[in-house]
């Protein structure tokens, strides 16, 4: 599959980015739109998907959620050549999102958000599970005790490499 922007009306809306990895896709978002860009992009989501949206605190939070959640369904219906409307998202384990299509492959994907930006990835073979974060360059991060939490032996040892020789 060829991995293009995503345009709506004409218009780049999401930005493909380099493949972080082989069979894996990515593309960029800003999150703010026009308020009739996002009276758009509301007409793919489901019922209860608007109902989230109510449920967010300001008009800026809800129109990002809108946006995002859009874009996602775009994406995923050009992968799985549906109308994004029609993509049968579901919430799966741990309230992870996921395509629920019965006999299908489905791809595996994932979205972070942060601020006024999202980052969407898609992995192309249904046998690989991926993950993406998106970070202000200005947040304060624990590394150490997001290390601890998320990652093996193995990787804790080589970032404590690291971090001793960062200090020489």
């Known amino acids: 599959m060829r991995v ?5 009306a004409g ?4 930005h493909a980015l380099p493949p972080p990895a082989e069979g894996v896709h990515a593309w960029w978002r800003e999150l ?3 308020d009739a860009d996002v009276e758009v992009a509301r007409s793919v989501l489901s ?3 608007i109902a989230r949206a109510e449920r967010f605190g300001t008009p800026a939070l809800r129109a990002r959620y809108v946006t995002g959640r859009a874009t996602l369904r775009m994406l995923l219906g050009r992968w799985l050549g ?3 409307s029609v993509v ?3 919430r799966g384990a741990r309230g992870r999102p996921r395509v629920d299509m019965d006999g299908a492959d ?3 994907f994932n979205v972070s958000h942060t601020r006024d930006a999202a980052i969407i990835a898609i992995a192309m073979s249904p046998s690989m599970r ?5 970070e202000r360059r200005d947040r304060e991060v624990d590394a150490v005790r997001l290390a601890r939490k998320f990652l093996t032996p193995r990787e804790r040892e080589a970032m404590e490499a690291l971090a001793a020789n960062a200090g020489r």
């Open 130 to 134: 991926i993950g993406v974060d998106l």
């Open 47 to 49: 019922a209860e998907e």
């Open 11 to 14: 218009n780049v809306v999401a």
């Open 88 to 90: 049968p998202l579901v």
């Open 106 to 108: 489905t791809p595996d």
């Open 82 to 84: 549906v109308a994004p």
């Open 4 to 8: 293009d922007d995503l345009r709506v």
């Open 32 to 34: 703010t739109s026009s």
